[in-house]
Each structure stands twice: as structure tokens, then as C-alpha cells.
């Protein structure tokens, strides 16, 4: 017997670390970087990733959060029934692309159509946000959200997920600075800032309403409008101290070649960028001169 589903990973345009403070964020499904879980019967709890070849709870701390979830699923399908779950498909991990709420989510699925457990989706969601609690310390919902939707993602810690079906009528340039990010790490960073500076405090609560501001643009399609908010909130997270010298150094690069914005996504310290960008050669562009320090980039039409 064997069960398997495909997730996929996520951009947050807006709202990073802001979320995780009760204010509004904004994110966006990537279909084009995605992974499938495989459960099937086996011998021995078994896991199969790129990473990591063994049994399932020798797995290394990083694995700590699908531990849960599947020792979880299992708990509530009361099986002791040995598994070989299997990781396929490529989402760099710990860049931002919500890697690990991608196969928390697929995990949850796969089992619980393994073992026809018909649970509802907030039964689902329910898990994978615990297995992101114990991945990342604090976690908003936001990654689980929208890598359980298809379309923007316009997300409050009280208010939950709503869907945007706007296009916003631009390009978005993914960059990835091939350094890993360590979101726990950078999280913990900002809340320390926090705790000392009033400034700190006050960028917070802006950072919170750019998101706002980016929401009735993106419905208005004021594209000049996202681009200032992208180099606003790249400001703000930079005095947070998760910017690095090749998020710095990209910024300019793109800036100087027709880029309407640019900001990091994510938990910083490393992982991905955005680039706002008016359409798809400009764009193009911009990867080109910054092939020489980026592992990779992706365009999307937004």
C-alpha cells in the first residue's frame, strides 16, 4: 500500500518576522519548486530524503518537526504499522521558501490518505503548524498557509488565511544567495532587538502597515507603489540585522538596473531575495549580472 502528495513552497512578499508579532503579512505559493511525500508499507520506520538515508527517528534534530508529525498520525490511526516515507523533488532548504512546512504539510496529507483517517483541514493544518512550532521556536502559520494554497495569501495570526485572487501585473525575480538562513536564529535576534530598543519597536509596527499598504496596491494594481514598500521594509530588516553583505550587495546590483524594489524574504541571515521588476527581460537582466554570486533564481508573473 502507499499514499503520496505534492506541496509546494512559498514566498513571503511582505511581513516577515512582523507576522510572527500579530501583524499582517503577505505570501505567495511557488509551484514551481515543490516536493512529494511517498508513504508505503515497510520492514522498519524508514526515512528517505536527499539529505538523510536511515531509520525515521535516528534522524538528525533538523528532522525533529516530521518526527512529530509522524509519530502523531500514527498515534491517531493507532498503528504501530512500520513506514518508509520517502522525500522527493528539490526546495532548497533554509532559505525561505518554507521548506519545512512544505513536507510537514505533505506528511500529514500522505498519512492521513495512508491510513483513511479523513481528517479535516484544520485537523491537518493543526499538525503541520505544531511540527512548525517545533521546527522554527515560534512560528506564525503563515508558511503553512500557503503552502496549502494556490493562490496570495493575505495572513493575521488572529484573523487565519485569506485568499487573494489578484494579479498585481509585474515580475518577480527569486534570487537565491545560496547561504543558508537560519530563521529560529534570526527570529530570536529581532526579539532580543526588541526587548532594547524603542526604534526597534516602532519599525515593527511599520513594517506591519507596509503590509497593509501592499495589500490595496496589489488590489489597485499599483505596481510603483509595491516597489517603494520592497525598499522600505528591506531598510527595516536590515536595522534588524539580518541582512548580509551579498543581500546587500544584490540589492544594488538590482537597484541600478531598473529594478522598481527589492527586499530579502524570509527569515533573513542568509536564504532569498525579491526583486520587483516590470516585466520579464528586465528581470532576466538583473539574474545576468548577478549570475557570478547567486546559486540560483527563478521569474514569476504576478
Known amino acids: 500500500m502507499k499514499s503520496s502528495y505534492l506541496a509546494h513552497g512559498k514566498v513571503i512578499i511582505i511581513g516577515e518576522h512582523s507576522v510572527v508579532y500579530g501583524y499582517d503579512a503577505l505570501a505567495m505559493p511557488i509551484k514551481v519548486l515543490h516536493i512529494k511525500t511517498t508513504v508505503e508499507d515497510a520492514d522498519e520506520m524508514w526515512m528517505d530524503t536527499a539529505r538523510y538515508h536511515g531509520p525515521f527517528f535516528d534522524a538528525p534534530d533538523e528532522y525533529n518537526g516530521l518526527k512529530y508529525v509522524v509519530k502523531t498520525m500514527r498515534e491517531k490511526a493507532k498503528s504501530q504499522q512500520p513506514l518508509k516515507i520517502t522525500y522527493t523533488g528539490e526546495i532548497p532548504m533554509e532559505r525561505g521558501f518554507g521548506s519545512s512546512a512544505t513536507v510537514a504539510l505533505g506528511t500529514t496529507k500522505a498519512m492521513n490518505q495512508f491510513f483513511d483517517l479523513n481528517l479535516t483541514e484544520d485537523e491537518i493544518m493543526a ?17 503553512a498557509a500557503t503552502v496549502n494554497s494556490d493562490y496570495l495569501v493575505f495572513f493575521n495570526k488572529k484573523m487565519g488565511p485569506k485568499k487573494l485572487h489578484a494579479k498585481l501585473g509585474a515580475t518577480l525575480l527569486i534570487m537565491d544567495t545560496g547561504q543558508l538562513g537560519n530563521t529560529k536564529e534570526a527570529v530570536t535576534k529581532v526579539h532580543n532587538l526588541l526587548d532594547k530598543s524603542v526604534d526597534a519597536k516602532n519599525n515593527m509596527q511599520r513594517l506591519g502597515e507596509l503590509a497593509d499598504i501592499t495589500k490595496k496596491a496589489w488590489m489597485t494594481h499599483a505596481v510603483q507603489t509595491v516597489g517603494k514598500v520592497f525598499n522600505e521594509a528591506q531598510e527595516i530588516l536590515h536595522s534588524f540585522g539580518i541582512s548580509t553583505e551579498k543581500i546587500d550587495q544584490l540589492q544594488q546590483i538590482a537597484l541600478a538596473n531598473q529594478a522598481l524594489g527589492f527586499k530579502l524574504s524570509g527569515g533573513g541571515l542568509g536564504g532569498i531575495t525579491i526583486t520587483l521588476c516590470k516585466n520579464s527581460q528586465i528581470a532576466k537582466n538583473i539574474a545576468g549580472k548577478c549570475q557570478n554570486i547567486i546559486s540560483n533564481y527563478w521569474i514569476e508573473e504576478i
Open 127 to 143: 499538525v503541520t503548524n505544531h511540527a512548525e512550532m517545533i521546527n522554527h521556536g515560534k512560528a506564525s502559520g503563515l508558511d
